[in-house]
């Protein structure tokens, strides 16, 4: 690309030289006309274009003048004019107008109909460079181009067109499927599946011809770029032809690196073993169908073995050499061993090298014999590199599962699949790094988004004699041979960007496997070799190590292998001997890697920092039984070479242990090397200056490599607290000295390591299943937040301004809210003030996430005992929250709504407890205001109604006798019961369950006289539909819930809506057994019990006016009720509240039977009785019987 130039030169003058004449010149048929055109041509293309001579206007200017100047029927001024275009576009990166744009394009294209066959590959070289990345701007020219009868297609699928012209055909075509600079406008899908369909054709064609094998390369490099500008673009992956493409690219990702010839396979079909919907496969071009063999890819017996040459002294070259001639290609941008930070895989595989590059000169390459070949390699290197930057963006855009079917394809299931071509060849064996790293960002995009599909991976040592083997045992192989190619490649691997890329992918496969169901010792072997690059000169290998330990720690359930790798040195465990183990290697190799200091920059303190990880004792006893480490009693540091057996603690799959507290805590004693490697790379560190006598130099790590230390530590804290528990006041000074930090991005992450460290802290200061010796005391908690308090985030959340800092203000504010109850009182007084009027003044904030989280935190402090009862802030926070109700951002919203339903609960609570000075002293205005809000919030997005049915619910039942006396409060309260009984009745799912729960709320009211309002019977009618018919069983339970809430008979209405309820409970037992949906099946048995639970409430507050109308429904239903209540109450696991109903029931019956005799009441009381007495018969249950495995929790959260 020309550079700007402010001195004058002399091929400025020249070229305004030419310019001027041209502008002004006359075409005409005489000799002399046609000489001076054609010098002046070539004085222009002779010029030197290194700085900008060519202007926008110039340009565009002089390209119309020729356009309409020089004859299509002659040939040279039409070469010339080509030449001329091609090296402005390339060299000046001229920007032509739309004018000019349409112009010279009709231009060529008639050019190209029109001259002969010897122009046609500069005239399409002149095309390329015009209509590159203008495709939105050339619309009307798309058929002339690519239809049908479209020059392209023509010259494409002729087969005596001759190479060159084919190679800037494609070219061409490739040209048109970038992406538009404007980023608006592209080719119509007919297009885009005809170039899709042109490019797979050639993949498969072009080895099978007569073409040279330079320009073979240059044509298949021109259709994979194609094929993945088409994918970037659409976003959209052909499906029927997926199988085609595969088999193509599979082909070229081994292209040049064997000396047998290139073998395409027709199509690729997924495994059998995986069940996926796949299209009917599409067909190629005729001419496409005319090739092809029919055997698999086969490899050679001989591979290629990467060579190392070695210099003088015995030290290894440098990683260029190791390219094999891919340095001496100048058509490609070189990823080098650069140290440029956060350098992006994915840009690096977008941003591959422009069309003018592809063209560029080839004098650089020598006629010899030996560069030819060095060209060739490069040009089959460049060959591999497409191949798999677009398998990448193909896997990127696909659905996983899709891809997962693929999988046998490109990744191998055993050791025994040496010999196949797959990822790792290219890996382990492949000369160029580039290529390399562009396998490992392939497998990565490929693994990355499968944990689902690998949770059914399992590891065993079981040999059984069985016909087959199990999918699940293939996906354990599988993941056994991914770990063991890629820590081989470790091993061998000494390019710096190439390791980075490698030691991703170990991350990404770490959070994809299910581990819990995988032998012990894979983790261990990958944090082994990773150590090794923890203090890598490179910050970019260090960021991708800390990546790994991040993965490892966020590895769900926690693992005690885990928790032995980051755990502090020699912990004493248990006293007992070790069990012996077998010898079971994952990898072949069995000698631990050796480095260089010229490989590594690793200070003497690293191994007093790491080693400890590794230097367990050698038998650690889990719960399960002995951990065993074999070799020199080093976990996963004997070469990778030992496994537990199976039935230890450390055994594969179920066997495998998740870590209890008690276990950890006996021998966390020290801080885990794990912590101190990050507050090492976070804080600043002092290194001795060789410069200053008796001075330290404070340097300080790069700011990516401080923010994946703070994840790392956010995930440990997440999962494996245990372990760091004796870290708190380490912690503490980090998060202070963060928190002081100049760099806003450093605060934010380290709000985030707050908000988990806050909310574990909260997690074990509250549980009761834990040892007392074991959890942090109150007081501990109380100095951490004291000394934050006092500290910076005070000065953050009082910092009014928030240039930078709004989202850090956010994080801190909802870490405010882990403080808990408990902790929460006993802050100073000033503290705790402090903190009440922080959050109230922030929710009134300008930022909607400082404001949503101010209000987050106040729906928290409402429900503290400590300050619900104080007047004074719940009326504060009542005010704040109802004016962020309305608030335009629905986020804001959906916190507003959360907390209010908070509010509500905290003023039912309040009612319960009988507080009479806060009952009298809370405003009648402000309680009016919270249902009127609540009832709009009813009729908001649904992400707003379950908490304002919520909210609406709570503040019903704390409505009180007097209040109602006021017309406002009636007329409010008949709107609220009318949005709950629209939400029941319809909506999302989630919402009319938490209806039934407001519903449910509003009946422990008896002030609002539920029996003379008229609503109560739409209620109640509405309760009765949904416990039938409703699909969602959740739902139907909270509506027997609501049903049976009503605490005495009055509030059921009269007898005709009494028996209603009667009849929908009842019918409700027989369409119970009805599951249309699997998710259903789990909440059944919670459904028959709160119908069996609502049927003897309604038989316990049954009164001898309603036995007529009630005894025929007893005649028709009363064996099915029998027999759903003797069915359940036999085969009950645990003691319910059944119990207690069925007691009252029996007494109830008892009182009607000594009020009257008549004969409807004797029947009607003996089948009832008859049923009560069946359920008495029933023999107790066992009180210490294992409780059900599905139990419904209300989550409202």
């Given at each position: 690309?020309?550079?700007?130039?402010n001195?004058s030169?002399?091929d400025?003058?020249k070229?305004?030289?030419?310019?001027?004449?041209?502008?002004?010149?006359?075409?005409?048929?005489?000799?002399?006309?046609?000489?001076?055109?054609?010098?002046?041509?070539?004085?222009?293309?002779?010029?030197?274009?290194?700085?900008?001579i060519?202007?926008s206007l110039?340009?565009?200017?002089?390209?119309n003048?020729?356009?309409?100047?020089?004859?299509l029927?002659?040939?040279?001024?039409?070469?010339?004019?080509c030449q001329l275009?091609?090296?402005?576009?390339?060299?000046?990166?001229?920007q032509?107008?739309?004018?000019?744009?349409?112009?010279?394009?009709?231009?060529?294209?008639?050019a190209v109909?029109?001259?002969?066959k010897?122009?046609?590959?500069?005239i399409?070289?002149?095309?390329a460079?015009?209509?590159?990345?203008?495709?939105d701007?050339?619309?009307?020219?798309h058929?002339?181009?690519?239809?049908?009868q479209g020059?392209?297609?023509q010259?494409i699928?002729?087969e005596?067109t001759d190479s060159?012209t084919?190679e800037?055909?494609?070219?061409?075509?490739?040209?048109?499927?970038?992406k538009?600079?404007?980023?608006?406008?592209?080719?119509?899908?007919?297009?885009?599946d005809?170039?899709?369909?042109l490019f797979?054709?050639l993949?498969?064609?072009?080895?099978?011809?007569?073409?040279e094998?330079?320009?073979q390369?240059?044509i298949i490099?021109?259709s994979?770029r194609?094929i993945?500008?088409?994918?970037?673009?659409?976003k959209?992956?052909p499906?029927?032809?997926?199988?085609?493409?595969l088999?193509?690219?599979r082909?070229?990702?081994?292209?040049?690196?064997?000396?047998?010839?290139?073998?395409?396979?027709d199509?690729?079909?997924p495994?059998?073993?995986i069940k996926?919907?796949?299209?009917t496969?599409?067909?190629l071009s005729?001419?496409s169908?005319k090739?092809?063999?029919?055997?698999?890819d086969?490899?050679?017996?001989?591979k290629?073995?990467?060579?190392?040459?070695?210099?003088?002294?015995g030290k290894q070259?440098s990683?260029?050499?190791?390219s094999h001639?891919?340095d001496?290609?100048?058509?490609?941008?070189?990823?080098?061993?650069s140290?440029t930070?956060?350098?992006?895989?994915?840009?690096?595989?977008?941003?591959?090298?422009?069309?003018?590059k592809?063209?560029?000169?080839?004098?650089e390459?020598s006629?010899t014999?030996?560069?030819?070949?060095?060209k060739l390699?490069?040009?089959?290197t460049?060959v591999r590199?497409?191949?798999?930057?677009?398998?990448?963006?193909?896997?990127?855009?696909?659905?996983?599962?899709?891809?997962?079917?693929?999988?046998?394809c490109?990744?191998?299931?055993s050791q025994?699949?040496?010999?196949?071509?797959?990822?790792?060849?290219?890996?382990?064996?492949?000369p160029?790094?580039?290529?390399?790293?562009g396998?490992l960002?392939?497998?990565?995009?490929?693994?990355?988004g499968?944990k689902?599909?690998l949770?059914a991976?399992?590891?065993s040592d079981?040999?059984?004699t069985?016909?087959?083997?199990p999918?699940?045992?293939m996906?354990?192989?599988?993941?056994k041979?991914i770990h063991?190619c890629?820590l081989q490649?470790?091993v061998?691997?000494?390019?710096?960007i190439?390791?980075?890329?490698?030691?991703k992918?170990?991350?990404?496969?770490i959070?994809?496997v299910?581990y819990?169901?995988m032998?012990?010792g894979l983790l261990s072997?990958?944090?082994k070799?990773v150590?090794?690059f923890?203090?890598?000169?490179d910050?970019?290998?260090?960021v991708?190590?800390?990546t790994?330990?991040?993965?490892?720690a966020?590895?769900?359930?926690p693992?005690?292998?885990?928790c032995?790798?980051?755990?502090?040195?020699?912990?004493p465990?248990?006293?007992?001997?070790?069990?012996?183990v077998?010898?079971d290697t994952?990898?072949t190799?069995?000698q631990?890697?050796?480095?260089?200091?010229?490989?590594l920059n690793?200070?003497?303190?690293?191994s007093?920092?790491?080693?400890s990880g590794?230097?367990?004792?050698?038998g650690?006893?889990?719960?399960?039984?002995?951990?065993?480490?074999?070799?020199?009693g080093?976990?996963g540091?004997?070469?990778?070479?030992?496994?537990?057996k199976?039935?230890?603690?450390?055994?594969?799959g179920?066997?495998t242990?998740v870590?209890?507290?008690?276990?950890?805590?006996?021998?966390?004693?020290?801080?885990?090397?794990?912590?101190?490697?990050?507050?090492?790379?976070i804080?600043?560190?002092?290194?001795p200056?060789e410069?200053v006598?008796?001075?330290?130099?404070?340097?300080?790590?790069?700011?990516?490599?401080?923010?994946?230390s703070?994840?790392?530590l956010?995930?440990?804290?997440?999962g494996?607290f245990?372990i760091?528990?004796?870290?708190v006041?380490l912690?503490?000074?980090?998060?202070?000295?963060?928190?002081c930090?100049?760099?806003?991005?450093i605060?934010?992450?380290?709000?985030k390591l707050?908000?988990e460290?806050?909310?574990?802290?909260?997690q074990?200061?509250?549980?009761?299943?834990?040892?007392?010796?074991?959890?942090?005391?109150?007081?501990?908690?109380?100095?951490?937040?004291?000394?934050?308090?006092?500290?910076p985030?005070?000065?953050?959340l009082?910092?009014?301004?928030?240039?930078?800092?709004?989202?850090?203000k956010?994080?801190?504010?909802?870490?405010?809210?882990?403080?808990?109850?408990?902790?929460?009182?006993?802050?100073?007084?000033?503290?705790?003030?402090?903190?009440?009027?922080?959050?109230?003044?922030?929710?009134?904030?300008?930022?909607?996430?400082?404001?949503a989280?101010?209000?987050?935190?106040?729906?928290v402090?409402v429900?503290?005992?400590?300050?619900?009862e104080?007047v004074?802030?719940?009326a504060?926070?009542t005010s704040?929250i109802?004016?962020?109700m309305?608030?335009k951002?629905i986020?804001?919203?959906?916190?507003?709504?959360?907390?209010?339903?908070?509010?509500g609960?905290?003023?039912?609570?309040?009612?319960?407890?009988?507080?009479?000075?806060?009952?009298?002293?809370f405003s009648d205005?402000?309680?009016?205001?919270?249902?009127t809000?609540?009832t709009?919030?009813?009729?908001?997005s649904d992400k707003?109604?379950?908490?304002g049915v919520?909210?609406l619910g709570?503040?019903?039942?704390?409505?009180?006798?007097?209040?109602?006396y006021?017309?406002a409060f009636?007329?409010?309260?008949?709107?609220g019961?009318a949005?709950?009984?629209?939400?029941?009745?319809?909506?999302?799912?989630?919402?009319?369950?938490?209806?039934?729960?407001?519903?449910?709320?509003?009946?422990k009211n008896?002030d609002?006289?539920?029996?003379?309002?008229?609503?109560?019977?739409?209620?109640?009618?509405?309760?009765c539909?949904v416990?039938?018919?409703c699909k969602n069983?959740k739902?139907?339970i909270?509506?027997?819930?609501?049903?049976?809430s009503?605490?005495y008979?009055?509030?059921?209405?009269d007898?005709?809506?009494?028996?209603?309820?009667?009849?929908?409970v009842?019918?409700?037992?027989?369409t119970?057994?009805?599951?249309d949906?699997?998710v259903?099946f789990?909440?059944r048995?919670?459904?028959?019990?709160?119908?069996?639970?609502?049927?003897?409430?309604?038989?316990s507050?049954?009164e001898?006016?309603?036995?007529?109308?009630?005894?025929?429904?007893?005649?028709?239903k009363g064996?099915?009720?029998?027999?759903?209540?003797e069915?359940?109450y036999?085969?009950?696991?645990?003691?319910?509240?059944?119990?207690k109903?069925?007691?009252s029931?029996?007494?109830?019956l008892?009182?009607?039977?000594?009020q009257?005799?008549?004969?409807d009441v004797l029947?009607?009381?003996g089948i009832l009785?008859?049923i009560?007495?069946?359920?008495s018969?029933?023999?107790d249950?066992?009180?210490?019987?294992?409780k059900?495995k599905?139990?419904?929790?209300?989550?409202?959260?």
């Amino acid at each position: 690309m020309a550079v700007q130039a402010n001195f004058s030169c002399p091929d400025r003058e020249k070229f305004q030289y030419c310019y001027s004449r041209l502008l002004s010149f006359k075409y005409s048929s005489e000799e002399s006309v046609k000489t001076d055109i054609n010098l002046l041509l070539d004085q222009l293309n002779s010029l030197e274009y290194s700085s900008v001579i060519v202007t926008s206007l110039t340009g565009c200017n002089l390209l119309n003048k020729l356009c309409n100047t020089i004859p299509l029927h002659d040939d040279r001024l039409v070469v010339k004019y080509c030449q001329l275009t091609n090296t402005w576009m390339r060299k000046q990166m001229l920007q032509l107008d739309d004018q000019c744009l349409k112009t010279t394009t009709n231009y060529l294209i008639k050019a190209v109909e029109r001259c002969q066959k010897w122009t046609t590959p500069e005239i399409l070289a002149a095309l390329a460079s015009v209509v590159y990345e203008n495709v939105d701007r050339l619309e009307e020219f798309h058929q002339s181009l690519l239809g049908k009868q479209g020059i392209l297609l023509q010259l494409i699928n002729n087969e005596v067109t001759d190479s060159h012209t084919l190679e800037e055909a494609v070219l061409c075509v490739e040209c048109l499927t970038l992406k538009p600079s404007t980023g608006s406008g592209y080719l119509s899908t007919e297009l885009v599946d005809v170039c899709f369909d042109l490019f797979c054709m050639l993949l498969h064609k072009i080895p099978s011809t007569t073409v040279e094998q330079l320009l073979q390369c240059k044509i298949i490099v021109n259709s994979l770029r194609g094929i993945q500008n088409l994918i970037q673009v659409t976003k959209i992956v052909p499906h029927g032809k997926l199988g085609v493409l595969l088999a193509a690219l599979r082909a070229y990702m081994f292209y040049g690196l064997y000396s047998q010839p290139l073998r395409i396979n027709d199509c690729l079909y997924p495994s059998p073993f995986i069940k996926v919907d796949i299209p009917t496969l599409g067909k190629l071009s005729d001419t496409s169908q005319k090739k092809s063999t029919d055997s698999h890819d086969d490899t050679g017996k001989k591979k290629a073995k990467r060579k190392v040459k070695k210099k003088a002294g015995g030290k290894q070259n440098s990683p260029h050499d190791r390219s094999h001639g891919d340095d001496l290609d100048n058509t490609e941008r070189s990823t080098g061993a650069s140290n440029t930070f956060g350098t992006s895989m994915e840009a690096d595989l977008s941003s591959y090298t422009t069309w003018s590059k592809i063209s560029s000169s080839e004098s650089e390459w020598s006629d010899t014999e030996g560069g030819q070949s060095s060209k060739l390699r490069s040009f089959c290197t460049k060959v591999r590199q497409c191949a798999l930057a677009c398998f990448y963006w193909l896997a990127k855009m696909t659905d996983k599962k899709l891809m997962f079917s693929y999988w046998s394809c490109f990744i191998p299931d055993s050791q025994n699949s040496d010999n196949a071509q797959t990822f790792f060849t290219i890996i382990q064996k492949d000369p160029s790094p580039k290529c390399r790293m562009g396998a490992l960002a392939a497998l990565s995009v490929l693994i990355d988004g499968t944990k689902l599909l690998l949770a059914a991976a399992e590891d065993s040592d079981e040999k059984k004699t069985v016909a087959f083997t199990p999918f699940s045992v293939m996906l354990g192989s599988t993941i056994k041979e991914i770990h063991r190619c890629l820590l081989q490649a470790m091993v061998c691997e000494d390019y710096p960007i190439t390791l980075t890329q490698l030691i991703k992918c170990f991350g990404i496969v770490i959070a994809n496997v299910p581990y819990h169901r995988m032998r012990p010792g894979l983790l261990s072997r990958i944090i082994k070799n990773v150590k090794h690059f923890i203090y890598h000169r490179d910050p970019n290998v260090r960021v991708a190590c800390l990546t790994c330990l991040g993965a490892m720690a966020a590895i769900q359930p926690p693992l005690m292998e885990v928790c032995h790798i980051i755990q502090p040195s020699r912990p004493p465990v248990t006293s007992k001997q070790p069990t012996p183990v077998d010898s079971d290697t994952i990898g072949t190799d069995n000698q631990a890697p050796r480095y260089t200091d010229q490989g590594l920059n690793i200070p003497s303190q690293a191994s007093k920092d790491t080693d400890s990880g590794f230097n367990s004792s050698p038998g650690i006893q889990s719960p399960g039984g002995a951990l065993q480490f074999g070799g020199g009693g080093v976990y996963g540091e004997s070469g990778g070479n030992t496994t537990p057996k199976l039935g230890t603690a450390g055994s594969s799959g179920f066997q495998t242990p998740v870590y209890t507290d008690q276990l950890l805590q006996s021998h966390a004693s020290d801080i885990s090397w794990v912590v101190k490697l990050c507050v090492k790379n976070i804080l600043p560190q002092q290194n001795p200056s060789e410069f200053v006598f008796g001075g330290e130099e404070s340097y300080t790590e790069p700011i990516p490599v401080r923010l994946e230390s703070l994840q790392v530590l956010a995930n440990l804290t997440k999962g494996y607290f245990p372990i760091i528990r004796n870290c708190v006041p380490l912690l503490q000074d980090l998060i202070h000295k963060c928190f002081c930090d100049t760099d806003s991005v450093i605060k934010l992450h380290t709000a985030k390591l707050l908000d988990e460290f806050s909310q574990v802290m909260l997690q074990d200061v509250s549980n009761t299943d834990t040892e007392k010796q074991n959890t942090l005391d109150h007081n501990q908690v109380l100095e951490f937040w004291l000394s934050l308090l006092n500290g910076p985030i005070q000065d953050i959340l009082q910092n009014t301004n928030n240039d930078g800092n709004a989202a850090v203000k956010s994080s801190t504010c909802d870490c405010l809210a882990n403080i808990g109850d408990a902790v929460f009182k006993l802050l100073p007084l000033d503290k705790r003030i402090m903190c009440l009027t922080v959050v109230l003044g922030l929710a009134n904030d300008d930022d909607r996430f400082i404001r949503a989280s101010a209000i987050r935190t106040l729906g928290v402090y409402v429900l503290y005992s400590c300050v619900r009862e104080d007047v004074s802030f719940v009326a504060d926070a009542t005010s704040a929250i109802l004016g962020v109700m309305e608030d335009k951002n629905i986020a804001v919203r959906v916190k507003a709504a959360w907390s209010l339903a908070n509010l509500g609960d905290a003023l039912a609570l309040n009612r319960e407890e009988n507080d009479v000075e806060f009952l009298t002293d809370f405003s009648d205005v402000l309680a009016l205001n919270v249902v009127t809000v609540a009832t709009r919030a009813c009729q908001d997005s649904d992400k707003v109604k379950p908490n304002g049915v919520r909210a609406l619910g709570n503040i019903l039942r704390f409505i009180s006798a007097k209040q109602l006396y006021k017309e406002a409060f009636n007329q409010a309260v008949s709107a609220g019961v009318a949005a709950l009984v629209k939400c029941v009745s319809s909506g999302a799912m989630k919402v009319r369950w938490n209806a039934c729960y407001a519903i449910s709320n509003m009946y422990k009211n008896t002030d609002l006289k539920q029996e003379t309002a008229s609503w109560n019977v739409d209620i109640l009618r509405v309760l009765c539909t949904v416990v039938k018919d409703c699909k969602n069983f959740k739902v139907r339970i909270n509506a027997a819930m609501a049903l049976s809430s009503p605490q005495y008979r009055e509030l059921y209405g009269d007898t005709i809506t009494y028996c209603n309820v009667w009849s929908g409970v009842v019918d409700a037992f027989n369409t119970a057994e009805e599951i249309d949906e699997f998710v259903n099946f789990k909440y059944r048995d919670n459904l028959v019990e709160q119908l069996c639970v609502a049927s003897l409430h309604l038989i316990s507050v049954l009164e001898l006016r309603d036995i007529t109308e009630l005894l025929p429904l007893l005649q028709n239903k009363g064996e099915l009720l029998s027999y759903s209540l003797e069915k359940y109450y036999s085969v009950r696991q645990k003691i319910s509240q059944m119990d207690k109903k069925l007691e009252s029931a029996m007494t109830r019956l008892e009182s009607i039977k000594s009020q009257r005799s008549s004969d409807d009441v004797l029947t009607c009381t003996g089948i009832l009785h008859d049923i009560c007495t069946q359920l008495s018969s029933v023999a107790d249950i066992d009180p210490f019987a294992p409780k059900p495995k599905s139990t419904f929790v209300e989550s409202y959260d």
